[in-house]
């Protein structure tokens, strides 16, 4: 079936340091959609991608859709102890626009 | 702003019985979910749910399991008979209907499910 791999399954940061996550589909994606989890949260939307080789930024996170939309990616510049949770990649199929198919996550650790 | 609502906020139960989780989705929102998460893994689809009907359902999503609206703004997962591996967090989530396809899912705080 189809699958979403996320990349790497943990990352220990200082404080300062960027961080990015990866994000890859075994099929074209109609669209990736980004998810924060707090420790002891709930997943909390951030963002979501629909073009081509689209790039989106908020703040110091900058998300990317690969050309082909079969990949993504989170970077975040200069971590802070408020990025602490896991990312969650979500993507629709093409051709398959409702259920999302979720990556397992990146952890984020921030060293203060 | 808006959030989705569940109910408890921990459910202890033995092995075997019976369990009702509750949520209230966003009052304007016309697609429901049910995902669950074992603790620090991934989250995982059960269910969707629109127009009063399961529209997908994952295969974890077995005979053991039910979703119902009984009310204007209710959503609630029943199992039936539940099991030692069932013991999770159950997130209920709700999006928009317009531009599904492009809608996020917003989640409620979840119920964490303890089967002893």
């Known amino acids: 079936g189809q699958q979403v791999m996320q990349i790497p399954q943990y990352q220990h940061v200082q404080e300062g340091e960027d961080f990015t996550t990866y994000c890859n589909s075994s099929?074209?994606?109609?669209?990736i959609q980004w998810y924060k989890q707090r420790p002891g949260g709930h997943p909390v939307f951030l963002i979501q991608?629909?073009?081509s080789g689209e790039v989106k930024k908020q703040k110091r996170l900058t998300f990317q859709f690969g050309e082909a939309k079969k990949n993504s990616s989170l970077h975040i510049t200069a971590t802070q102890t408020t990025d602490v949770g896991t990312y969650f990649c979500?993507?629709?199929?093409?051709?398959?626009?409702?259920?999302?198919?979720w990556g397992l996550g990146t952890s984020l650790a921030v060293n203060p | 702003e808006p959030e989705v609502t569940q109910t408890p906020s921990h459910q202890v139960t033995q092995m075997g019985q019976e369990v009702i989780l509750r949520c209230v989705p966003i009052?304007?929102?016309?697609?429901f979910y049910w995902y669950r998460q074992i603790l620090g893994q991934k989250v995982e689809f059960l269910v969707s749910?629109?127009?009063?009907?399961?529209?997908?359902k994952s295969e974890i999503f077995d005979d053991q399991f039910s979703v119902e609206r009984p009310d204007g703004s209710n959503f609630t997962l029943k199992i039936r008979s539940t099991k030692l591996e069932d013991s999770a967090m159950y997130f209920c989530?709700?999006?928009?209907?317009?531009?599904?396809?492009?809608?996020?899912?917003?989640f409620g705080n979840g119920t964490r499910l303890t089967v002893t």
């Open positions: 989530a709700s999006s928009e209907a317009g531009g599904v396809y492009n809608s996020p899912l917003h």
């Open positions: 009052s304007n929102h016309l697609y």
């Open positions: 749910f629109y127009n009063n009907e399961i529209s997908e």
């Open positions: 099929t074209t994606l109609s669209n």
């Open positions: 991608l629909v073009k």
């Open positions: 979500a993507g629709r199929r093409a051709g398959n626009n409702r259920k999302l198919i």
